[in-house]
């Protein structure tokens, strides 16, 4: 067995991908036990519509940091720098999730999850962070997707986790105009593309947008 496939059963087989639970987000597991309640007291249960659901971000596991005209990210970029990484440790494979994410879709239904916050990189849309489009590179996330929904997981897409284009970087990042209406056109076209599917965006880890595909840029 090969180092990387000692990680994903880590990762995966182990239950360590972010095992968080999304509550507020739909099918019922109201049979959970929170946990065991004292003697002759009901057990306290997990409210109808908790979701157990799994979390990532791209750079942490999708590898592939080229592959199918994907464009480089400010992470791409940092993690390459000399002494900046412990190990000298890089995203460039991970868990290669850009090629094995059916294995992982199987892990997350073995695992019993009903719900995936996932990110999508910014990059592999859109190389130069605006601009044309990469078709390839949503392919990608319009597999993922189908993926999900045939295993009974709901999709839940984060737009941005971090991984700026570095293109964008170079000509001031989010310190420019630029930055946030190049952001307003990226999220339009993944919400118009993946939109029929997925229902539940966020702009950022911590910001929800909307719980329907309609996005407007950030505030």
Known sequence: ??????RRSFLLGAGTLAAAGLSSCGS???DRKASAAPSGEKAPQF???FRWGVATAAYQIEGAPDADGKGKSIWDTYS???GKMENGDTGDVAIDHYNRYKEDVRAMKDLGATAYRFSISWPRVFPNGTGQP???GLDFYRRLVDELLAAGIEPFATLYHWD???ALQDRGGWQSRET???FGDYAGYVAKNLGDKVKHFSRSTNSRISSKWGIKGPS
């Open 28 to 30: 019922p597991s109201q």
């Open 1 to 6: 067995m090969t180092d990387q496939d000692n």
């Open 134 to 136: 990469n078709p390839k």
């Open 180 to 182: 946030s209406k190049a």
């Open 47 to 49: 409210p109808r519509g």
């Open 80 to 82: 390459h720098i000399p």
């Open 164 to 166: 700026l284009p570095q």
